[in-house]
């Protein structure tokens, strides 16, 4: 065979591509996956003008996705129609593409979402008596029948992908898929207070919002009471944008952008400008590394924001960019300092939080129990800069003769080659995490609680923390499900005894967030070292003498004293050579 055979062989006519190929091309737009089924279908129920929307997932959807509403329903007649491309009810003409009120208007999804599985819609119109089923598979229409139903559309859409292998393939690991999936429907009932918002996940309840209407309703279900109760409420009015919305004190943060969401005109955006002026809004407030939770509802004139940039709508164009950004992170700003006489951060807070305790009135040195402060979270910072900060040869520290606390945040030791500068946070850290890992796995004592505690968390976030259990339970910790989102504890390692036991489980799931699949053989130790960092005494703290006393000497019998767990130094030593230069004793630069 030559080359030229097979060229020829190739039927190299123009052709027509018949429908349901198109479909499936146009569909890699549009459905990329199973969130984006979900999304589709809640905005079709959302522009039927549902009260109750409810989404039942299966096979982390995959297997099953089923949307059912109690909208306006569709017309057998439309049924067919509503399954083609670009049939749409909500759009007539280009020019209506600058008045647009729905959420969708392209006339895509549905032929898109068909063409790509085994989708079924039953639907029922308000005064018609039966309603009609369709049945799509693999955007062929399969079956037509008169169906019985409750008034309203139930979309079913089964075995995503299943022509399409090449896309299955790309899909994330199913615990990805899910949280995107908890992830959209919270935005979107966060948006639509006013709708009955329910979500099952592989039968399980993991939303559910009250439609009442009211916001702060919506986001206590969505993120629980405890959360809800502390944030913090934005109004401004400027000439024609109206911002409104909720965002999180500066002690309520997040380890990354995910929980900054934002509405425009009801329409839930994911948009980087937005983001970013909510960051700024922050600026100077938050630790490095940390971010906010934001809920930010934008009203403005339908044109001055395009919507038809990108075929999932996620992404908007303003007119008036540099406008909008300034708005929102002024009317943010402005919130945060009305509700928080913020300090701004770093050492000087550690200065303004410095108190002096009699030693005598402290008690005694259980490590684990001492209570942590709020702000700020690490002691390090860069202070250190302009000192000469030696490298250290050894890997032990020698025996040192406790000076004193500085700063309620530092303890100052001499040792034979000088001076040490201790950071008690990260040194605190250090022991805890040795003490736990020189623990048995399983045979980690714990301490039941006086009072078990409740705690809440996000879909997401239970998700994660499901996962989590059992390592959860080596440690030490009896963590148990208790209903929809909520953990009941029982008991914490005896190393934590006294820390908050809600805050121990928020890390874990907060931290496991930004990488989300660690290795199975480092999840223990990150997991523990996670845990040490919520539960080592923070800066500005006071410590009495005698716990100053053990935590140098928990120090010294550290395997790696001079790191925290997680790579930052604990200390910083002040050699006699470097003093005695600095004091212009010897050889002065
Ligand atoms: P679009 O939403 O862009 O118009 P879709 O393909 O998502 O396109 O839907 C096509 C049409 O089917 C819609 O315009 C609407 O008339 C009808 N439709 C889809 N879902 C529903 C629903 N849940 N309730 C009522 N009508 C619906
Ligand atoms: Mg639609």
Same mark, same amino acid.
């Given at each position: 065979?030559?080359?030229?055979?097979?060229?020829?062989?190739?039927?190299?006519?123009?052709?027509?591509?018949?429908? +349901? %190929?198109?479909?499936?091309?146009?569909?890699?737009?549009?459905?990329?996956?199973?969130?984006?089924?979900?999304?589709?279908?809640?905005?079709?129920?959302?522009?039927?003008?549902?009260?109750?929307?409810?989404?039942?997932?299966?096979?982390?959807?995959? #297997?099953?996705?089923?949307?059912?509403?109690?909208?306006?329903?569709?017309?057998?007649?439309?049924?067919?129609? *509503?399954?083609?491309?670009?049939?749409?009810?909500?759009?007539?003409?280009?020019?209506?593409?600058?008045?647009?009120?729905?959420?969708?208007?392209?006339?895509?999804?549905?032929?898109?979402?068909?063409?790509?599985?085994?989708?079924?819609?039953?639907?029922?119109?308000?005064?018609?008596?039966?309603?009609?089923?369709?049945?799509?598979?693999?955007?062929?229409?399969?079956?037509?029948?008169?169906?019985?139903?409750?008034?309203?559309?139930?979309?079913?859409?089964?075995?995503?992908?299943?022509?399409?292998?090449? #896309?299955? $393939?790309?899909? $994330?690991?199913?615990?990805?898929?899910?949280?995107?999936?908890?992830?959209?429907?919270?935005?979107?009932?966060?948006?639509?207070?006013?709708?009955?918002?329910?979500?099952?996940?592989?039968?399980?309840?993991?939303?559910?919002?009250?439609?009442?209407?009211?916001?702060?309703?919506?986001?206590?279900?969505?993120?629980?009471?405890?959360?809800?109760?502390?944030?913090?409420?934005?109004?401004?009015? +400027?000439?024609?944008? $109206?911002?409104?919305?909720?965002?999180?004190?500066?002690?309520?943060?997040?380890?990354?952008?995910?929980?900054?969401?934002?509405?425009?005109?009801?329409?839930?955006?994911?948009?980087?400008?937005?983001?970013?002026?909510?960051?700024?809004?922050?600026?100077?407030?938050?630790?490095?590394?940390?971010?906010?939770? %934001?809920?930010?509802?934008?009203?403005?004139? *339908?044109?001055?924001?395009?919507?038809?940039?990108?075929?999932?709508?996620?992404?908007?164009?303003?007119?008036?960019?540099?406008?909008?950004?300034?708005?929102?992170?002024?009317?943010?700003?402005?919130?945060?300092?009305?509700?928080?006489?913020?300090?701004?951060?770093? *050492?000087?807070?550690?200065?303004?939080?410095?108190?002096?305790?009699?030693?005598?009135?402290?008690?005694?040195?259980?490590?684990?129990?001492?209570?942590?402060?709020?702000?700020?979270?690490?002691?390090?910072?860069?202070?250190? +800069?302009?000192?000469?900060?030696?490298?250290?040869?050894?890997?032990?520290?020698?025996?040192?003769?406790? %000076?004193?606390?500085?700063?309620?945040?530092?303890?100052?030791?001499?040792?034979?080659?000088?001076?040490?500068?201790?950071?008690?946070?990260?040194?605190?850290?250090?022991?805890?995490?040795?003490?736990?890992?020189?623990?048995?796995?399983?045979?980690?004592?714990?301490?039941?609680?006086?009072?078990?505690?409740?705690?809440?968390?996000?879909?997401?976030?239970?998700?994660?923390?499901?996962?989590?259990?059992?390592?959860?339970?080596?440690?030490?910790?009896?963590?148990?499900?208790?209903?929809?989102?909520?953990?009941?504890?029982?008991?914490?390692?005896?190393?934590?005894?006294?820390?908050?036991?809600?805050?121990?489980?928020?890390?874990?799931?907060?931290?496991?967030?930004?990488?989300?699949?660690?290795?199975?053989?480092?999840?223990?130790?990150?997991?523990?070292? #996670?845990?040490?960092?919520?539960?080592?005494?923070?800066?500005?703290?006071?410590?009495?003498?005698?716990?100053?006393?053990?935590?140098?000497?928990?120090?010294?019998?550290?395997? *790696?004293?001079?790191?925290?767990?997680?790579?930052?130094?604990?200390?910083?030593?002040?050699?006699?050579?470097?003093?005695?230069?600095?004091?212009?004793?010897?050889?002065?630069?």
């Amino acid at each position: 065979m030559t080359v030229g055979d097979t060229l020829y062989n190739v039927d190299m006519t123009i052709q027509i591509l018949p429908d +349901e %190929v198109a479909s499936q091309i146009a569909a890699g737009e549009v459905v990329e996956r199973p969130a984006s089924v979900v999304k589709e279908l809640v905005e079709n129920a959302l522009d039927a003008g549902a009260g109750q929307i409810t989404i039942r997932v299966a096979g982390a959807g995959q #297997r099953l996705v089923e949307v059912q509403d109690d909208g306006c329903g569709i017309s057998p007649e439309e049924l067919q129609l *509503s399954v083609t491309r670009h049939a749409t009810s909500k759009l007539r003409t280009a020019e209506d593409l600058f008045r647009i009120a729905t959420l969708g208007f392209r006339g895509e999804a549905l032929a898109s979402i068909g063409s790509v599985s085994q989708m079924s819609i039953t639907s029922r119109q308000a005064g018609i008596e039966t309603g009609a089923r369709i049945h799509v598979v693999g955007g062929k229409v399969e079956g037509f029948q008169p169906a019985g139903a409750p008034q309203g559309t139930t979309v079913r859409v089964e075995e995503l992908f299943f022509n399409v292998p090449a #896309r299955r $393939k790309f899909l $994330k690991k199913e615990i990805t898929e899910r949280r995107q999936i908890d992830e959209l429907v919270m935005r979107y009932a966060m948006a639509f207070p006013a709708v009955r918002f329910q979500l099952t996940q592989e039968e399980r309840l993991s939303l559910q919002t009250s439609g009442s209407g009211d916001r702060k309703e919506a986001l206590a279900a969505i993120y629980g009471v405890e959360y809800a109760r502390q944030m913090l409420e934005v109004y401004a009015l +400027e000439e024609e944008l $109206k911002i409104t919305g909720f965002i999180s004190p500066t002690t309520l943060t997040r380890s990354n952008r995910k929980e900054i969401h934002f509405a425009i005109n009801g329409r839930p955006v994911q948009d980087a400008t937005l983001t970013a002026a909510a960051v700024q809004a922050y600026h100077t407030l938050l630790m490095v590394g940390r971010y906010p939770v %934001v809920m930010i509802y934008i009203e403005m004139p *339908s044109d001055s924001v395009d919507v038809n940039v990108h075929p999932t709508k996620a992404e908007v164009r303003f007119r008036d960019r540099d406008r909008v950004f300034s708005a929102v992170q002024r009317s943010i700003r402005k919130a945060l300092l009305a509700y928080t006489p913020v300090p701004e951060l770093r *050492s000087q807070q550690a200065w303004q939080a410095f108190a002096w305790e009699p030693a005598a009135e402290r008690s005694g040195s259980n490590w684990g129990g001492l209570e942590a402060l709020q702000s700020p979270e690490d002691g390090t910072d860069e202070q250190g +800069e302009s000192l000469e900060i030696h490298a250290f040869t050894a890997r032990q520290v020698p025996i040192l003769r406790l %000076v004193g606390q500085v700063a309620a945040a530092y303890l100052i030791a001499e040792g034979p080659d000088g001076l040490y500068l201790i950071d008690q946070h990260a040194a605190h850290e250090r022991v805890l995490y040795e003490k736990f890992i020189a623990q048995e796995s399983g045979s980690i004592p714990s301490q039941a609680l006086l009072e078990p505690a409740y705690v809440e968390l996000p879909p997401g976030g239970a998700r994660l923390l499901d996962e989590q259990l059992a390592t959860l339970s080596e440690l030490g910790f009896d963590v148990k499900s208790f209903g929809r989102n909520t953990y009941l504890v029982r008991a914490i390692p005896v190393l934590l005894s006294g820390m908050d036991p809600s805050a121990a489980l928020r890390v874990v799931v907060e931290d496991f967030e930004e990488d989300e699949t660690p290795l199975l053989s480092q999840r223990r130790e990150r997991l523990i070292a #996670r845990v040490c960092k919520r539960a080592a005494v923070k800066a500005g703290h006071a410590l009495s003498n005698a716990e100053q006393q053990a935590l140098l000497q928990d120090l010294e019998r550290c395997e *790696s004293p001079r790191t925290c767990p997680h790579g930052r130094p604990t200390m910083i030593h002040l050699s006699v050579d470097l003093l005695e230069r600095q004091f212009g004793r010897r050889g002065a630069r």
